[in-house]
């Protein structure tokens, strides 16, 4: 049986994107290719590497990268993973399903170093949860 493809996007695939992108490939590479993409690309942040890096995942070797890229690839899923990244999404006439998850950004986050960690660390638990629930365990299936 073939590996599903999913694809994280959001606004700079800095952050959520890519702590998705990991995520996926640690909990089920097996049956999983993950890819990332943003509508800009600035760089991987590294708090999300340190926030990724935490739970045992290391995306220190990905790469920030637009969505044009990936245009007119089949995807089984595309998962926008911020709200801007929903509203810029183009059609994936390959996916069979299309998620999204609003989730804020954590590049936006002040104050103190250990309080902007914070912000990372509750994106990257909220995206294991709905990654597990929605891919791992198949409850976003599609069609």
Known sequence: MSKKRALFLCT??????QMAEGLLRHLAGDRFEAFSAGT????????AIRAAGEVGVD???QESKTLDRYLGEPFDYVVTVCDDANGACPVFPGAKARLHWSLPDPSAAEGSDEERMEAFRAVRDRLDGLIQSELVNGRGEPA
Do not use: C
């Open 59 to 61: 995306i220190s070797g």
């Open 12 to 17: 700079h695939n800095s952050a959520r994107s």
């Open 40 to 47: 800009e690309a600035t760089g991987v942040r590294p708090l």
